[in-house]
């Protein structure tokens, strides 16, 4: 079967890094996204990795391994506004995209 | 920009009614998705369409029905409601190119 694993919960410091990790195993990989979701609002893309390496965009960052079927989403200079969950999501042979359930990260002052 | 409009936003239904969610989009997008999302789980795929006229199940469509006669309009219908399909609904369209979905607000609907 297909399988996105990542954490329930994680807290963290605001002004601190977070690091959300997500593995896979799926029937074939076409990318990796992360999509943030703030409570009662709908996911809103974030990152798209497809090579293995890392993808920099302002203080949010993705890893990709595609050999260990492992990503992850670094969140730096975290901010009270980054209290959001963290989705993370596989597309597969098909080109469908399986969900992980989600990590939902609360920050802290 | 609407980009992907869904409504309506909030819906309670008696066991046994039906209603239908509807979802438009304005970004010319071929691939249009509903999703249902529960507390503390993942998305779940109801229904997608590829272009118009042409859907297809995804991995929850029992107790929906879906069609796609525009390019723009991709409503959910939801038959003789149950409480199991109490849930919160996402309606996507992708880009092709890049891959991104965009999504509409969501419906929250409770069956009751």
């Known amino acids: 079967g297909q399988n996105i694993d990542q954490p329930t919960e994680m807290t963290a410091t605001e002004g601190a890094i977070v690091q959300i990790n997500c593995t896979y195993q799926t029937s074939g990989f076409n990318g990796l996204f992360w999509y943030q979701q703030h409570a009662g609002e709908a996911p809103t893309f974030l990152s798209y990795n497809v090579l293995d390496g890392l993808e920099e965009k302002g203080r949010f960052s993705s890893f990709l391994s595609r050999s260990k079927g492992y990503s992850y989403l670094l969140l730096k200079e975290l901010q009270m506004k980054d209290s959001a969950s963290y989705l993370c999501?596989?597309?597969?042979?098909?080109?469908?995209?399986?969900w992980g359930a989600g990590t939902k990260l609360i920050i802290k002052p | 920009n609407a980009g992907v409009t869904q409504t309506p936003k909030f819906r309670i239904l008696k066991i046994g009614q039906s209603m239908t969610l509807q979802c438009t989009q304005d970004?010319?997008?071929?691939?249009m998705y509903w999703y249902r999302q529960d507390p503390g789980m993942g998305l779940k795929l109801i229904y997608y369409?590829?272009?118009?006229?042409?859907?297809d199940k995804g991995e929850v469509p029992n107790g929906y029905n879906v069609s796609r006669s525009t390019t723009e309009d991709f409503p959910l219908r939801l038959e003789l409601a149950a409480p199991s399909q109490t849930s919160v609904y996402f309606c996507?369209?992708?880009?092709?190119?890049?891959?991104?979905?965009?999504f509409g607000e969501g419906s929250r609907l409770t069956v009751l």
């Open positions: 996507a369209s992708k880009d092709r190119d890049t891959g991104e979905l965009f």
């Open positions: 369409s590829v272009g118009a006229g042409i859907t």
């Open positions: 970004m010319n997008h071929n691939y």
């Open positions: 999501a596989v597309m597969d042979s098909n080109y469908q995209l399986i």
